[in-house]
């Protein structure tokens, strides 16, 4: 009679290998994995602006979106999101940008994304002009044409194109999260489009 040894254990939670339970998927954070984080590291995150521009490469529209808080509030923001562990800047660029503007907005990503600033937003209000309740992160920002349509997904309801002088007024950023109005802002103000 064969004697059964007891399967191995899965890989994970040794110091090479992904943590059990994101085996197919070590990048990715279980709820109380991601809580845990966020009470101890700063979080890395790309934001874009996205525009639409002219024949000569100036900007006339910029995209807004309307978007669902997990507690059900509705806020105008950007397209925002967090680097996964082993991602390029670049990658989780357009990921975000497919994310929430869906694959048919075609962004113009140069081959070396360079932000236009880097925003670091604090739980705490007052310590900089951005706000995030759940945690410290810093943020790498971007200004991204996009030349096809967009069709927001996940949890974006809308885009809304506005002109720059629009997206830089007062009122819309009394609307925009975690001060995000500042940030639209000084995109507009790095493209030459703040007047």
Not at 42 to 71: F, H, K, N, S
Not at 172 to 183: I, Q, S, V
Request: glycine share 8%; charged share 20%; hydrophobic share 40%.
């Amino acid at each position: 009679m064969a004697v059964r040894t007891p399967d191995p254990e899965p890989a994970g939670d040794d110091p090479f290998g992904p943590p059990k339970g994101n085996v197919s998927n070590p990048a990715w954070l279980s709820e109380i994995e991601l809580a845990e984080a966020r009470r101890r590291l700063p979080m890395l995150y790309v934001e874009a602006v996205p525009v639409r521009t002219d024949g000569m490469g100036q900007v006339v529209e910029v995209g807004i979106l309307l978007r669902a808080t997990p507690v059900g509030e509705i806020v105008r923001t950007i397209v925002s999101g967090r680097v996964r562990y082993g991602e390029t800047i670049r990658d989780a660029l357009f990921r975000h940008l497919e994310n929430d503007l869906g694959p048919m907005a075609f962004p113009l990503l140069p081959p070396q994304p360079v932000p236009f600033t880097v925003a670091e937003y604090f739980p705490l209000p007052g310590v900089s002009p951005f706000h995030d309740d759940r945690q410290h992160a810093v943020s790498l920002a971007f200004v991204v044409p996009v030349t096809g349509t967009c069709e927001p997904r996940q949890d974006a309801l809308e885009v809304t194109w506005l002109t720059p002088e629009e997206a830089s007024s007062d009122a819309l950023a009394a609307e925009m999260e975690g001060g995000r109005g500042t940030l639209v802002r000084l995109a507009l103000a790095s493209v030459g489009a703040l007047r």
